[in-house]
């Protein structure tokens, strides 16, 4: 039996994204529990509450750059400050529509940035993504 992640956070405000993702995750059986948030705001939110105990932290994040409030590269730059003896084991990949090489060029200035990924991911896509960045979990 294949170990399973304990949590992924989907960052997305597309609700069919979400659907889409969790449906996915469910399919490929290889995680707990999904949480679910619309924006980077909401997803600060969560790990700073993941981080005090209060909500499951999440060991991987797709994280989408276009959102309203706080947008993806505001959550990367905020995320980075964060306490990273406790997140700095989370895996962050972009999933985002952007397939401008700008964008692509500026997530590889972010050390926690592990994968960017255009939408949406496939079954096989997501597996490879798994076994490169969990591959004890496979």
């Not at 399919?27 to 790990?47: F, H, R, W």
Request: hydrophobic letters at 40%; proline letters at 3%.
């Amino acid at each position: 039996m294949k170990k399973k992640l304990n949590c992924v956070l989907l960052v997305d405000d597309d609700d069919d994204c979400h659907f889409f993702n969790q449906r996915l995750l469910n399919k490929l059986d290889c995680t707990e529990q999904i949480s679910i948030v619309n924006n980077g705001k909401e997803a600060l939110d969560y790990l700073s509450k993941a981080i005090l105990g209060a909500a499951i932290l999440p060991e991987l994040i797709l994280l989408d750059l276009n959102m309203p409030l706080i947008d993806g590269w505001e959550f990367l730059d905020e995320f980075e400050k964060m306490d990273q003896n406790i997140c700095g084991k989370i895996v962050i990949i972009i999933l985002t529509t952007s397939i401008h090489p700008a964008d692509k060029e500026k997530a590889k200035e972010y050390k926690s940035v592990a994968d960017f990924q255009i939408k949406y991911l496939s079954k096989e896509a997501c597996s490879k993504l798994l076994l490169a960045h969990f591959p004890s979990h496979h």
